[in-house]
Each structure stands twice: as structure tokens, then as C-alpha cells.
Nanobody, 121 residues
Framework: QVQLQESGPGLVKPSQTLSLTCTVS??????????WSWIRQPPGKGLEWVGA???????YYSPSLKSRTSISRDTSKNQFTLQLSSVTAEDTAVYYC?????????????RGQGTQVTVSS
């Protein structure tokens, strides 16, 4: 059974950097050919794909967020991390980490329960 768990601060101040970690169990983040993704859902809106890191370590980002997004991984801990800089209130959302079979896909075969991140002073 694959499990993903998001962790990180629930409150971030405007202009600061949001940092979230996803801890994976039941599978290795280097397993061919999965993409370990970040997805978010702002209040009252649909799901938005943020970015992903592939089994190979290659990273992919949403064009609208690319300039502010960085995804990295720690294979020794089987974790991957999202950093989103210069946040504003529009970055307030529930953030999910997920395992997907395609880059940019909102479909996932496993997803974490999500963590609420609020951007506010």
C-alpha cells in the first residue's frame, strides 16, 4: 500500500516562501516510471497542477508558477519537497502530493490527504 503524507507550516506570510514535504511509504520515489506531483485546490476552485519530479529526478513545473516553484527530493528519506516563493493570498489552498503516471495530470493513483496552507499576515 502506497501512502503519501504532506507536512509543513499551515500559515505563511505574504512574500515569504512556502515549503512543504511529502513523505512516501510503500514505494520508492525512484521507481520507473512515476511522477511525484504537487497539486493544489484554492478555496471554491478546482484542482491545479503545480509541478512534479520524475523518477529520474527531472523536474516539471506549471508555466504559470514556474518562476516561483522549485521541487526537489531526498532519496535517502524517500521524500520530495515543494518550495513556492513570493507567496500571496492567491496561493492559499489545500496542497496535495500525489503519484501520477503522466506529467501534468491531475489523475493520480495515490494521493495524500492534503494540507491547508493559508497566506496571511
Amino acid at each position: 500500500q502506497v501512502q503519501l503524507q504532506e507536512s509543513g507550516p499551515g500559515l505563511v506570510k505574504p512574500s515569504q516562501t512556502l515549503s512543504l514535504t511529502c513523505t512516501v511509504s510503500g514505494d520508492s520515489i525512484t521507481t520507473n516510471y512515476y511522477y511525484w506531483s504537487w497539486i493544489r485546490q484554492p478555496p471554491g476552485k478546482g484542482l491545479e497542477w503545480v509541478g512534479a519530479i520524475a523518477y529520474s529526478g527531472r523536474t516539471y513545473y506549471s508555466p504559470s508558477l514556474k518562476s516561483r516553484t522549485s521541487i526537489s527530493r531526498d532519496t535517502s528519506k524517500n521524500q520530495f519537497t515543494l518550495q513556492l516563493s513570493s507567496v500571496t493570498a492567491e496561493d492559499t489552498a489545500v496542497y496535495y502530493c500525489a503519484r501520477a503516471r503522466r506529467v501534468g495530470s491531475l489523475d493520480s493513483d495515490y494521493r495524500g490527504q492534503g494540507t491547508q496552507v493559508t497566506v496571511s499576515s
